[in-house]
């Protein structure tokens, strides 16, 4: 699920780019937006949880990655909730927002990244750790069954 989102992430950000590009500042910032979004729940998935809607996903991001994730980034990804619904619901949108939103965007996905592979590198090392003390847990045993094949 994790890779997914990044995925859907990074594809909506490709795409919110290119209607960056083409003027179509509506779709750039929904695009923008749902890049932000699907990062987000990469973050959520990453600690085994899942959101009930786009509001109570900001405010678990907010929770759980408040040392990682800036609050200035987190800021911005509600003005961008904003700048979606305004450009969804009432067609109301223009380049700076568009343009502001695709930023946004690209700076949350490189600090989700970032974050997941600092998360995966603590647990390969913790799991390096436990793989130590299992090796050396079978080697005594192993130790133990030839000292009993030897009486």
């Known amino acids: 699920m994790v890779q997914k ?4 992430a ?6 919110a780019r290119e209607s960056l590009r ?13 890049s932000i979004f699907h990062a987000a729940r990469a973050l959520l998935y990453t600690k085994g949880y899942d959101e ?6 900001l405010a678990a991001v907010r929770v759980l990655y408040s040392k990682e994730v800036p609050t200035e980034l987190l800021d911005a990804f509600e003005d961008a909730i904003g700048l ?8 109301v949108y223009a380049g700076e927002g ?15 990244k970032r974050v997941m592979g600092k998360s995966l590198s603590d647990l390969r090392g913790a799991f390096k750790s436990q793989e130590k003390l299992v090796r050396e847990g ?5 130790r133990g069954h030839r000292k009993e094949a030897r009486r």
């Open 84 to 91: 979606r619904e305004a450009a969804d619901y009432g067609s």
């Open 22 to 34: 083409a003027q179509d500042d509506k779709w750039a910032t929904i695009q923008a937006y749902y």
């Open 5 to 8: 989102e990044l995925r859907e």
């Open 10 to 15: 990074e594809s909506d950000l490709a795409a």
């Open 138 to 142: 079978i080697r005594e045993l192993d």
């Open 52 to 57: 009930r809607g786009h509001r109570a996903l």
């Open 98 to 112: 568009a343009g502001a939103v695709t930023e946004t965007a690209r700076e949350f996905l490189a600090v989700a």
